[in-house]
């Protein structure tokens, strides 16, 4: 019965018409869809003050992306400079002393030079008016192999325990 639905005259007239009416909505919805472009291409306009808004959007997306780009090449470059910072000299501790009862003043010094592992040098400066001597101890982590002195303590001490300003105790 559906097959000789399907092979008659009035089937066939029906899925004409349904064509028919298919292809003139087709008609109505393209014609829409070019009023919809064309009202949103002129309001692109209108809202880039005569100049295309897409045109600038990707112009603003492309500059976007190149500042990315460049913060990125920052942050390396920060990154950088931040662990060649650890191993320069960033604490200073100094102490000025009397080595000798015949010098008027506190002509001689102690200078502890450290990095942010407090590793560095240790500098005794010991003068008298006959001579000056300088004299240096290697430091690894706030240590040292030799003896050290009251004021070669201290040095190290004010280096190693000083706040992010650079203070020098004289």
């Given amino acids: ?12 007239l029906v899925m004409a018409i349904t064509v028919l009416i298919m292809f003139f909505i087709f008609i109505i919805f393209c014609l829409k869809l070019r009023k919809i472009n064309r009202n949103y291409q002129m309001f ?6 005569g100049e295309n808004i897409d045109q600038i959007l990707k ?13 990125e ?4 470059y920060c990154n950088r400079l931040e662990k060649e910072m650890r191993i320069c000299i ?10 000798f009862k015949d010098t008027g003043s506190d002509l001689s010094f102690t ?5 942010d592992n407090n590793d ?11 001579m000056s001597n300088i004299y240096a101890k290697q430091v690894t982590k706030g240590q040292t192999t030799s003896k050290l002195s009251e004021e070669e303590k201290e040095a ?7 706040t992010k300003e650079h203070k020098i105790k004289e």
């Fill in 73 to 76: 090449e920052l942050e390396t």
């Fill in 90 to 99: 960033q604490k200073v501790g100094m102490v000025r002393y009397n080595a």
């Fill in 1 to 12: 019965m559906i097959v000789e639905f399907i092979k008659s005259d009035t089937f066939n």
């Fill in 120 to 130: 560095g040098v240790l500098l005794n400066g010991i003068y008298s008016r006959e």
């Fill in 59 to 71: 112009q603003y997306v492309k500059k976007v992306e190149e500042v990315e780009a460049k913060s």
């Fill in 156 to 162: 190290i001490y004010i280096a190693t325990n000083q």
């Fill in 111 to 115: 200078l502890a030079l450290l990095d």
């Fill in 44 to 49: 692109m306009r209108k809202l880039g003050k």
